[in-house]
Structures are given as structure tokens and as C-alpha cells.
């Protein structure tokens, strides 16, 4: 069983198919505390996107043009810095990602970044480019990171905590542009 928060504020419970409801009821009123603290957490992300105001397509279309030029130079840098070799760069608006690496050894990039500040997209590069070396998360991929990037923790930290906020603001904007074809049914319960 999983539980998720969305941006609306909705809650996502997944259990098996043929549970039986009291034991995903007990499974929701368990995560209480988990739940109230990621729909605060949803609730300050909405906020700071509501203050960043609406992208509009042509400021994504201004976004992708620069991250084009900012991100592949600051992997250049990186990447010469430590010694580590990759093969394409891909520049995309993605929906829930900051980065991520191929095992062919392609990096790909959300072109938001290039709105954070320089050391949280700094961060995401570093890490990414130490996958080439460790494609997991074990303790020798954080050291790594750490030995080419000190900050990298207190960058992560504040990705996580502002972050979305950017993903937020981009999805409004494909939101209004596409209608979804997903849908789903919601069971509401007090917890």
C-alpha cells in the first residue's frame, strides 16, 4: 500500500486489488501525521508558485533557449573538473524530475533549472555526472558528490523544500494547454 499527496491537495491511497476498505482506512488514519505534513508542505510550494506567478509558453520557449546554453556549460565545467565522461545532453521541461542519467551515459536535464539559483543547478549537474561512476545512491556515490560539490547537501535540502514550487507553476501552464486523459475515482474519508 502506498499513499501519495497530490498538488490539488487530493490524497492517493494505492492498496491491492480486493482490500478490503477498513484496512486502507486504518492504513490512512496510521500516515496521519505523514499526511498533515506533506499537505503543509503542498500548501507553501502553492503558495511560492502562486508568487512566481503563471509561465506563459513563450517564457518556456525563453527557459529552454537559455538552460541550452547554461546547463551543457556548467556540465562542461563539471565534468572536466572531475574527470568524468558523459555522451548527449537533453534539455527538457519535465513534469517531476530535475535530472537524471542514461545507462548509455546521456544526461538529462529539466530546463527550469536555469531559474534557481546557480548552485542548486549546479547540484543537480554534479549529481548526475556522478552517476557515470555509481549509477545508485550507495554511500561512495554521496561521497563522490560530496568531493566534487561541499554544498550539495544544503542545495538538496533546499530543492526539496522549493522545488516543486517550479514544477507547479510549469504544469499549470501544460495544464491549460492539453486536457489530461487520465482518470480516476476518489474516495474521500475523515481521517
Not at 518556456?60 to 538552460?67: D, G, L
Not at 555509481?134 to 547537501?153: A, C, G, T
Amino acid at each position: 500500500m502506498s499513499i501519495q499527496v497530490a498538488d490539488d491537495r487530493k490524497i492517493i491511497v494505492k492498496v491491492p486489488l480486493g482490500t478490503p476498505t477498513f484496512i486502507a482506512e486504518n492504513f490512512i488514519r496510521e500516515k496521519k501525521e505523514w499526511i498533515t505534513k506533506q499537505l503543509e508542505k503542498v500548501k507553501k510550494q502553492s503558495e511560492l508558485a502562486d508568487s512566481m506567478g503563471l509561465l506563459t509558453e513563450e517564457d518556456i520557449i525563453q527557459i529552454k533557449k537559455k538552460a541550452r546554453v547554461v546547463i551543457p556549460q556548467r556540465v562542461e565545467y563539471y565534468a572536466k573538473l572531475a574527470g568524468i565522461s558523459y555522451k548527449r545532453i537533453f534539455i527538457r521541461l519535465q513534469k517531476s524530475r530535475w535530472g537524471s542519467c542514461s545507462v548509455d551515459g546521456n544526461l538529462n536535464f529539466n530546463c527550469l533549472l536555469v531559474l534557481k539559483p546557480p548552485e542548486i543547478l549546479d547540484s543537480v549537474v554534479v549529481h548526475e555526472l556522478c552517476h557515470r561512476r555509481h549509477m545508485n545512491h550507495s554511500r561512495e556515490f554521496y561521497e563522490e558528490v560530496l568531493r566534487i560539490f561541499p554544498d550539495y547537501k544544503r542545495c538538496n535540502k533546499w530543492l526539496k523544500q522549493n522545488g516543486g514550487a517550479y514544477f507547479k507553476s510549469a504544469l499549470q501552464l501544460t495544464r491549460r494547454l492539453k486536457t489530461p486523459a487520465i482518470s480516476a475515482t476518489v474516495i474521500t474519508i475523515g481521517i
